[in-house]
């Protein structure tokens, strides 16, 4: 029930006695190159646009002041304690926000994937199909929550119905196709670029009498995928068209911060790699360059077809045996937005951050100035009330054969429950479990402990039971138990003059 407010990203550190276990710490976001950008910032953006009369959307300045607050024990936390030995630390709260908090983005990571892995995505071949959208569609989407929802019932439903054609099938006869859809709003330099990344049952499920039978696809052929992305592309701006929120049009004119809502001019800009606010507004951003960047090659990548500005890539595929790396896949199209391992500050002032590949033009970094990069981050905040997770076909929610095909979590928690009982029984509270056993629903820890080796409920000093005593919210009594912490910790004083030492 505690277990989300857990704050993830902590520094990993080993704890000596205690075999393949690592000790929690807290990340402290105060030291990094972004929690210092938007605390230094941040009034004096918020101020740049209210005086614009164009002031952001409560939601996204919320992002702003819960990032500035998450990890910091300052604002509240839970006392963890050790049964025996009395052991004690802190464990700070998170803001739980979707746009660009890297601890919270991680922790949703590690979730969503642990929950695709375990409980959806069954032991078949997988592929992983990636569409992109032309610049104006992707602000589109991006304001537009209604327009996500009407595109993606037809991606998912001209995906499903190739796949079953292939496989001989038809949906009358009862064959069903599965996918589940992560929306990204962000791309590789901090741009707004909504798309689609959609892990797709790698076949078909045919249906012979009541049993489900699945027959697995040979890799998609390009003539295959070029006739695929010419129905979704027609079918597409057909549907945005009939609702009136498409015009077609091959001049798409600036969009400037006065003129339209705040949030969507920032998109705009951040869309078209231009500067949002400030006096170089509509200029694009700088860029570092390497000396002489790598030459392209004009042969076509293999899975990947392209036409006005939409562009579909089919190469990531996992065999049912792979589970390891389908799990890493899952993990990927959950990543948080921002890499705080990629961003720096320059002598300047200035915001450096880096790119995992250079671009094929040798681009190997983006440099922002302050504000511009708190308007980047604005940009890439996700509306309200809008799930970035869709489950399509079998896999659906409400998919009336799905319990047949998902991973049976009635028969893990009976398995977990086995195990459980069996811990109590070895001597030595032997805590290894059977590792041919199924996985069974984890908790938070128990998360933390798949990923990252840190277990909450382990002491670090005697190897006893750590558990939660108290959520503490007071601010008196934060302040009281934080001065008797920094005590605690404080180095003892040596005096020369009578060669004692003195602990305060």
Known sequence: M??????????????????????????????????????????????HLQERAAPLPRFVTDEFKDYLRCGRLEYGFIRVKCDGCRHEHLVAFSC?????????????????????????????????????????????????????????AIVTRAIETALIRRAGLTRKSGAYGGIVTLIQHFGSSLNLNVHLHMLVLDGAYANDHGKLRFQPLPAPARAMMTQLLDTIVLRVLRCLERDGLLIRDPEQPWLDLAARDALDALGAASIQYRIAIGPHAGRQVLTLKLAAPAATSSVPKPFTVARDGFSLNAAVACAP????????????????????????????????????????????HFVFEPIEFLARLAALVPRPRGNLVRYHGILAPNAKHRSAVVPNPSQQNRRRRTRAHARLQVPGGDRQADPDAPTAPMTWMERLRRVFAIDLSICPDCGGRLRVIADVTRPDIIQKILEHVARQQAPPEFSASSGSITVH
């Open 96 to 152: 739980k926000r979707r746009g660009f908090c890297p601890s919270c983005g991680a922790r949703r990571m590690i979730e969503s994937s642990a929950h695709l892995i375990d409980h959806v995505l069954p032991p078949v071949s997988i592929r992983q199909w990636v569409l992109a959208f032309p610049w104006p569609l992707r602000l589109l989407l991006s304001t537009r929550p209604e327009a996500v929802t009407r595109v993606l």
């Open 321 to 364: 045996h792979q589970r390891d790396r389908i799990e890493r896949l899952c993990r990927y199209i959950t990543r948080p937005a921002l890499a705080l391992e990629r961003l720096s500050t320059n002598g300047a002032g200035q915001v450096v951050y880096q790119l995992k590949t250079p671009y094929r033009d040798g681009t190997t």
């Open 2 to 47: 505690l277990a989300t407010m857990f704050s993830l990203a902590s520094a990993v550190q080993p704890v000596m006695g205690i075999a393949n276990q690592h000790l929690y710490r807290r990340h402290r976001p105060e030291q990094t190159a972004l929690y210092l950008v938007i605390e230094a910032n941040l009034t004096p953006f918020l101020e």
